[in-house]
């Protein structure tokens, strides 16, 4: 039975490993002729003692039985028997072969497949890769753009929203104190805005024709426009229109800055949507008309207008609205190259640009075929152009500098910043007065420039009571390009010369000197300080005139009773009464000598402290801008007129009475000197016939060798201030302040008071008036209480 399972397992493994019927057929015929092995001959024979023994028979099916073969283990099958049983096969004949084929063939297959595959992996690399580096850098592009863009917007996104603040405004424009207009700031050129409705359509029309078709529908950028303006200007061989809109032109000029880049073009297109949203069509157009350059230093179609045709604007209609269409044309193609379509400098050039942009109106269909015509017909005219250019009169060209001076002082700008600013100052200026004044001065210079070598004078005007500047003449030639620019009486330090004395004596007299009591005039000898040599005073005449008051030593202008009383009183309070009544900067060292005007001081800072005597001791700073007003019209600012006492009223008054006594100067200048405001002429006042007198506080002065005249003083009404002498500070031959200032003082303040009542001055009161006797003097005069 083991034998037979062992044929039997052989024969499954033979069939599972491929062996034929053949094979296992004869491997069961060897094995079943196999002969047992020849025992060893040299071990002895065994003996078989069961060899006659017969195992027990039990029924094949009773338990014995079956507990026998409990024990029984089936015989590992011999490998290649064949064992008798019946075989049944499960695969048809030759399906091995089939199988095998079958896999070498999906083999072949499947190596043929992976050779392609790998071959295509390849192939697709690159494709696989362009299309990496495409989306790679469309990432980096957006998210570059989309980093720009915010800065961008971040940097000029208020640039956008505060446009209409930030364009350039109207040149600076000055008015006098009637509201004529004497001055525009044309440095940084000449600007006049006007309403869109107050600009010619055709230069409305001309302008979009040529820079910006799409305007009215386009989001701010026009990418159309973009590539017409390139075909164009690729067709007729030059440029022809613009690639940039109205809008980009517009932020351009005024936000981002006109440097040539691409990054400034692509935030031109960034920031334009923001500004068609923000404001409306007509809004760009107004500000874009307003503002663009034109050439010639005129910005705006107003400026424009006048520049290059002559036309002029009126309360009724601008310059820019009476534009016809070849002048529309001629001024739409000048923006694009403001320097090479100038029509003055390049004839040429610019009516080529105009003959485009009369062609783009006729193919827009904004004009007619007749109207093209004609106006191609007329910019080729000779009277086509005519250049119109502003003129300012020159003879208030001194005050008008002055003033702006004082602008960049008080509202804390630089004088670059007001030109373009829109601002309009209304000013203090009485313009018949300064034209008068200088042609008094001129007058005087005139007559005296040969025999005293007198070559120059200055005038000032205040109004004392609220520091108004009326008149201020810097030069008797102010339009001389060499001589006329220097204005003498702010910029020009000069010796006031005994003009400087009333200082000293207002210094005594607030210590409660009267100008009655006595003063010797005698030889003086003063010992100066700080290795000074010592110094004598004398007086103009050459005297002395012995004991005499304080009031008539000052009246007749004697030198050595001021010497005496500046040491009484001491020279730095003297210096400070003199600046806290306005006399401003000076040049030169405060001693002794000051009483006699050795310091350098400005004519205008010299009347103005003046003033303050006429105004009863309230010092008012002089001012020559009365009001400041932006284009909106709001008043940004108002000359405050505060003033602040800086000496008593009896003071004040005890100064007027003296510098205004007649009498008590007679002796060194006449009774009917230039001092003096009669009526009629000189040479009828000495004849008894002065006419009606108005009084008037004069005092005169005159430095060393001649070189400065001086006559200040005041009315009831004005304080006016005169300078005369040479602007290279040359001596003048013998000629003192009475005969060379002292006549222009005169007709200045007949001039300035003609019609005005005649007036006294006022006792404001608090003083006394004593008579004291003195050895060989009797004196009536006031006295503080």
């Known amino acids: 039975m083991r034998k037979d399972q062992q044929i039997a397992n052989e024969d499954a493994q033979n069939r599972e490993n491929g062996h034929d019927q053949e094979v296992t057929q004869a491997l069961r015929d060897t094995t079943e002729k196999r002969e047992p092995q020849a025992a060893d001959p040299q071990l002895p024979a065994a003996v078989d003692d069961t060899a006659d023994l017969k195992p027990a028979r039990l029924p094949a099916h009773s338990r014995a039985a079956a507990a026998q073969r409990l024990g029984d283990l089936p015989e590992q099958p011999v490998r290649g028997v064949y064992y008798p049983v019946p075989h049944r096969l499960h695969q048809p004949a030759g399906w091995r072969t089939k199988r095998h084929l079958k896999r070498k063939n999906l083999r072949l297959s499947n190596l043929r497949y992976a050779s392609t595959e790998r071959g295509s992996h390849w192939a697709m690399l690159p494709m696989a890769s362009g299309i990496l580096l495409t989306l790679l850098l469309l990432s980096s592009a957006l998210i570059t753009f989309t980093a720009f863009n915010g800065a961008t917007q971040q940097r000029y996104g208020e640039g956008v929203t505060t446009l209409q603040d930030i364009i350039p405004k109207d040149n600076l424009k000055m008015y006098d104190s009637q509201g004529k207009e004497i001055y525009q700031m044309l440095d940084s050129g000449l600007q006049i805005s006007v309403p869109l409705a107050k600009i010619s359509p055709n230069l409305v029309h001309a302008e979009i024709a040529i820079e910006d078709q799409n305007f009215w529908s386009n989001p701010g950028y026009d990418i159309t426009g973009i590539v017409r303006a390139a075909l164009d200007d690729l067709t007729r061989g030059h440029v022809v229109s613009g690639a940039s809109t109205i809008t980009q032109q517009l932020i351009k000029n005024n936000i981002v800055g006109n440097q040539t880049s691409v990054m400034r073009k692509l935030e031109e297109i960034l920031l334009a949507p923001s500004a068609s949203r923000q404001y409306t069509k007509e809004q760009i157009l107004e500000m874009y008309l307003n ?58 050039p610019a009516q080529a640009r105009t003959r485009d942009v009369l062609k783009e109106l006729y193919l827009q269909n904004y004009i007619n075929h007749d109207q093209y015509m004609q106006a191609l017909s007329e910019i080729k005219q000779p009277n086509f152009l005519k250049h119109g250019r502003l003129r300012f009169d020159p003879r208030w060209s001194h005050f008008v500098q002055y003033t702006i001076n004082e602008l960049t002082q008080n509202l804390h700008v630089k004088r670059a910043d007001l030109s373009r600013s829109g601002l309009m100052i209304s000013t203090t200026l009485d313009t018949d007065l300064q034209a ?183 010092r008012i700073p002089p001012h020559a801008v009365d009001s400041v007003t932006d284009i909106y019209g709001h008043v940004i600012y108002h000359a405050p007129v505060v003033g602040k006492r800086v000496l008593s009223k009896q003071v004040a008054y005890m100064m007027t009475d003296v510098l205004s006594d007649n009498s008590s100067r007679s002796f060194e200048f006449g009774k009917c000197s230039m001092l003096y405001l009669f009526s009629t002429t000189q040479a009828q006042c000495y004849a008894g016939n002065p006419g009606p007198i108005r009084p008037a506080a004069l005092k005169t002065g005159t430095s060393n060798d001649f070189r400065d005249n001086w006559t200040v003083g005041y009315t009831t009404d004005l304080a006016v201030g005169v300078w005369t002498g040479n602007n290279d500070n040359t001596p003048m031959v013998n000629v003192i302040g009475v005969d060379g200032a002292g006549p222009i003082a005169h007709d200045v303040f007949i001039y300035a008071e003609r019609g005005r009542p005649i007036q006294g001055f006022s006792n404001p009161g608090g003083l006394v008036r004593k008579t004291v006797r003195y050895p060989g003097i009797t004196s009536t005069d006031w006295y503080l209480k």
């Open 291 to 348: 503002t663009t350059y034109y050439g010639e230093q005129a910005y705006g179609a107003e400026a424009a207008a006048f520049t290059y045709f002559g036309l002029k604007g009126t309360p009724e209609k601008t310059a820019a609205s009476q534009l016809d269409i070849a002048q529309a044309a001629t001024l739409a193609g000048i923006p694009s190259s403001p320097v090479a379509r100038d029509p003055f400098l390049f004839p040429q």
């Open 436 to 618: 008068k004044s200088l042609k008094i001065a001129q007058d005087q210079i005139a007559k005296m420039a040969h025999t005293h070598n007198m070559t120059n004078a200055a005038v000032v005007a205040i109004d004392y009571r609220t520091g108004a500047i009326r008149t201020l003449v810097g030069n008797v030639d102010p339009s001389n390009p060499k001589t006329g620019a220097f204005d003498v009486a702010t910029q020009g330090f000069r010796q006031p010369g005994s003009a400087f004395k009333p200082f000293i004596y207002a210094t005594a007299f607030s210590k409660g000197i009267s100008p009655g009591q006595p003063v010797l005039d005698g030889p003086l000898t003063v010992q100066m300080c700080c290795g000074l040599p010592s110094y004598s005073p004398h007086n103009y005449d050459n005297g002395y005139h012995g004991l005499i008051t304080y009031r008539y030593a000052l009246q007749n202008s004697f030198n050595i009773p001021a010497v005496k009383l500046l040491m009484d009183v001491g020279v730095d309070d003297s210096l400070k009464m003199a600046e806290n009544l306005g006399m401003g900067p000076y040049n030169g060292t405060p001693n002794y000598t000051m009483v006699l005007g050795s310091l350098g001081v400005h004519l205008l800072d010299m009347t103005s402290a003046y003033s303050t005597f006429a105004n009863g001791g309230i």
